[in-house]
Structure formats: C-alpha cells, structure tokens
C-alpha cells in the first residue's frame, strides 16, 4: 500500500518560515518524481514545487520562487519543503504527490497535477498577517 504522509504545517506569522516533510512508503522512492501542491479554500489545486527523481532538477511556480525551497532525500524516502518569507496569500493546505516523470521531460509535466500517481492527505498552513 503507498502511503504519502505529510508533515511540519502549522500556524506562522507573515514572515516567518516553515519546513514542510513528506515520508514516502510503499513505492520505489528513488524513482519518483515529487511535488508539492496546495489548496485554498475556494480554489483550485495548484502546483507550487517539483524535484526530480535524484533532486538533479527542481521547479517551482513563479509565486514561490525565491522563497521556496524543494529538496529529497533518498536515504529517507523523504521529500521537503522549506518554505521562508511566508505570505498570507500562502495558506493552504499543501499536498506533496509522487509521479513517474523522468529527467527528460520538460516542466510541464512536472507542474500538470494529473501526471501523478499517489498523494498524501494534506496538511494545513496557516499564515497570518
């Protein structure tokens, strides 16, 4: 059974940071590509970051850019998100997912949600003014 559990949400100033985690079982870790997504209340579920199977790559949406910071560890099975200079408009739930792309694909798979095969179930980022 694939599990994808994350964790590290919480409740944070605006300006302050923190450190997203995504424990991965039940599939070959080091051969998935990982994302993050988020979801506000409201709205559609958007892409917010990638990394490729060995982090040789790495992708993030142009309003986390700079401030965002996707990383793995394979020894792990464990991708993270560390996220700093935090926004309101940053509240979401944020969702880390686990697909079949490889190096050699462009960005826009990576970025596309249905390319996708497992996701976890979410945890809540709060950011307040």
């Known amino acids: 059974q694939v599990q994808l559990v994350e964790s590290g949400g919480g409740l944070v100033q605006a300006g302050g940071s923190l450190r997203l985690s995504c424990v991965v079982s039940?599939?070959?870790?080091?051969?998935?590509?990982m994302g993050w997504f988020r979801q506000a209340p409201g709205k559609e579920r958007e892409f917010v970051a990638a990394?490729?199977?060995?982090?040789?790559?790495?992708y993030y949406s142009d309003s986390v850019q700079d401030r965002f910071t996707i990383s793995r560890d394979n020894a792990k099975n464990t991708v993270y998100l560390q996220m700093n200079s935090l926004k309101p408009e940053d509240t979401a739930v944020y969702f880390c997912a686990a697909g079949p792309m490889t190096r050699y694909m462009g960005r826009s798979q990576y970025t596309t949600p249905r390319n996708y095969d497992d996701w976890g179930q979410g945890t809540q980022v709060t950011v307040s003014s």
């Open positions: 039940g599939r070959p870790f080091s051969t998935s590509a």
């Open positions: 990394v490729s199977r060995r982090g040789g790559s790495t």
